[in-house]
Antibody, heavy 117, light 111 residues
Framework: EVQLLESGGVLVQPGGSLRLSCAAS????????MSWVRQAPGKGLEWVSS????????YYAESVKGRFTISRDNSKNTLYLQMNSLRAEDTAVYYC??????????WGQGTLVTVSS | QPVLTQSSSASASLGSSVKLTCTLS???????IAWHQQQPGKAPQYLMK???????NRGSGVPDRFSGSTSGADRYLTISNLQSEDEADYYC?????????FGGGTKLTVL
């Protein structure tokens, strides 16, 4: 059974940094691309970033480019999102997702990031 | 990059059927999409992959009450025999070589 478990969401001040983690199990982690998707309170889903199975190919939404860094440790079956220069508008639930040929095939339960002074 | 357009809301009666629409932007009418369901207070769940040909593949455990179809740039999600637990937000998703896009979502109310 595929399981994705996010962690690391907390209350952080504007301008601060945070690293989210997503522990994966139930599949061969290194064989799949992974992504982060966020959802601001009361809003829709917004793609944030994706990474290929090897970790070498990374992609970002314009809204986070230059501030966020996606990475993965295939030896630990873990996906990361390093978030720097955080802004109030980054406040959201952050979901990690397993990418398949048919879209985001599996979702984690999400972790809440609140950016506020 | 592609853009996905969805109606903000829809409603239908318990036991009836409803058809939700996701429209791909000009020049992207052949793209594959995915449909996701998000019940209130929960994480999204994958429903299916839907191709431009109209062929679709439901995710593991998704009831066969959920089906997909295509007409040009429009991608449809049909839910038959509506149940109360189908009241949720429904999102479509597509992707290309270096980006992923979600539609704005449709809030489905079961009357």
């Amino acid at each position: 059974e595929v399981q994705l478990l996010e962690s690391g969401g907390v209350l952080v001040q504007p301008g601060g940094s945070l690293r989210l983690s997503c522990a994966a199990s139930g599949f061969t982690f290194s064989s799949y691309g992974m992504s982060w998707v966020r959802q601001a309170p009361g809003k829709g889903l917004e793609w944030v970033s994706s990474v290929g199975g090897s970790g070498y190919s990374t992609y970002y939404a314009e809204s986070v480019k230059g501030r966020f860094t996606i990475s993965r440790d295939n030896s630990k079956n873990t996906l990361y999102l390093q978030m720097n220069s955080l802004r109030a508008e980054d406040t959201a639930v952050y979901y990690c997702g397993k990418l398949t040929g048919g879209g985001t095939g599996y979702w984690g339960q999400g972790t809440l990031v609140t950016v506020s002074s | 990059q592609p853009v996905l357009t969805q109606s903000s809301s829809a409603s239908a009666s318990l036991g009836s059927s409803v058809k939700l629409t996701c429209t791909l932007s000009s020049g992207h009418s052949s793209y594959i999409i995915a449909w996701h369901q998000q019940q209130p207070g929960k994480a999204p769940q994958y429903l299916m992959k839907l191709e431009g040909s109209g062929s679709y593949n439901r995710g593991s455990g998704v009831p066969d009450r959920f089906s997909g179809s295509t007409s040009g740039a429009d991608r449809y999600l049909t839910i038959s025999n509506l149940q109360s637990e189908d009241e949720a937000d429904y999102y479509c998703e597509t992707w290309d070589s270096n980006t992923r896009v979600f539609g704005g979502g449709t809030k489905l109310t079961v009357l």
